[in-house]
């Protein structure tokens, strides 16, 4: 048998020097798992906490930072990812922060992930049931755009009463033929409450439905969680004759050929070009089939 301290040891890897392990105090952590729990158990629900300040600033992945803070074990793997990007500033720092402050292993890879804290995407590869997603959301209310007074949604919320979002859906399509919602687009959970699907292009939102992966949401300046649970139905809001559509490109991934992948712009040989958002993903690609 194990000595108490090999156990403890192996309960939380060699971290930054100083701070306590993955930053967060014990009753902080507590308090963010019980919303956590809260959340899961009602899918959409959006569940309140105490929001801690953290040593980013609020809108910079606060909540997302505190939800993987407060949910990580010693035994995660953890890929942070912005706009599907592993290499941008705000990636990068939450990664040294989630590493330094845990001592757990990180990775670019997705398919090795067992924690992916994530700002604007779902990586391309396919994710498994041992898999948590923590969206870093803006603004977690899918009601804010028509109703800007909490206690009024919280109640439209209750009652199940999404008419203005209907509204809004009808007036775009008769003005525009089509949704303005190019991210955050509204989705109905297991026949229940509306959510705001964060940042997510619409490309990412059919990979919410029946996911086999936990879905966590952290809203830190709004003090706010919620949650989608694996293998839960998520159904973007359209009227039966207008199909919900996904982004579509005319041209493939300039680095690595791709036709299946969300693209963004950037400026390759010079000129702007579509590319791959998720960078690890392309990389692989290129290194297994060579550039295009
Ligand atoms: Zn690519």
Partial sequence: MSALSDLLHGAEPAHISGYLWAYLDAASKREIRRALLKAVCVPGHI?????????????????????????????????????????????RTMRALIGDSTGVET???????TLIQTRHRIPEDDLDDGMVLVFQVPISDPLREFEQRPTAARR????????????????????FSRSRFSHSYPCEVEGGYIISTTPIPRFDVPRLHQAPFLSLFGAGREAAVYAIPPYTDVTPITFTDREFEVESFDTPCAKCGSNESYLTEEIVDGRPALVCSDTAHCRR????????
């Fill in 47 to 91: 569940t309140p906490f105490a929001s801690r300040e953290m040593p980013v600033a609020r809108g910079w992945g606060s909540g997302g930072l505190q939800v993987t803070l407060a949910t990580i074990v010693a035994s995660e793997v953890v890929k942070v990812i912005d706009q599907g990007d592993d290499e941008s500033l705000n990636a």
């Fill in 107 to 113: 990775t670019t890879d997705a398919r090795a992930a």
């Fill in 156 to 175: 439209m919320h209750a009652e199940g009463d999404y008419a203005v979002i209907w509204l809004g859906l009808y007036e775009d399509h008769s003005r």
């Fill in 285 to 292: 690609r290129q290194d297994e089939e060579g550039p295009q």
